[in-house]
């Protein structure tokens, strides 16, 4: 079974830029697919962007262009590269993973979250 911790949220002005990591315990990540996640206040989780293990990458139309997902698999860490933030990127945004190499399909594992907020 696999453990994820977030960490990198923080408070930023809107055009800023943050880089969000994932560190997995438990398990190498090289044969998941990976994604992050978010909940912005009162509304659902919804899906940023996903990475499977062939290095395919797909992102939600919002954050296209401005946000990137990277892996590390040496160091089991899975990274959200963030820029030009606006303010409707606030949330707690979650790793997640899923212990198969396409992202078809739902996910069994999430971390605990990090908050980002932009103003």
């Known amino acids: 079974q696999v453990q994820l911790v977030e960490s990198g949220g923080a408070s930023v002005q809107a055009g800023g830029s943050l880089r969000l990591s994932c560190v997995a315990s438990?398990?190498?990540?090289?044969?998941?697919?990976m994604g992050w996640f978010r909940q912005a206040p009162e509304k659902g989780r919804e899906r940023v962007a996903t990475?499977?293990?062939?290095?395919?990458?797909l992102y939600d139309i919002s954050v296209r262009g401005r946000f990137t997902i990277a892996r590390d698999n040496a160091n089991n860490t899975l990274y959200l590269h963030m820029k030009n933030l606006k303010p409707k990127d606030t949330a707690i945004y979650y790793c997640?993973?899923?212990?198969?190499?396409?992202?078809?399909?739902?996910?069994?594992?999430y971390g605990q979250g990090t908050q980002v907020t932009v103003s």
């Open positions: 990475l499977a293990s062939d290095g395919s990458a």
């Open positions: 438990g398990d190498t990540i090289g044969r998941y697919c």
């Open positions: 997640a993973a899923r212990p198969v190499p396409t992202c078809r399909g739902s996910f069994g594992y």
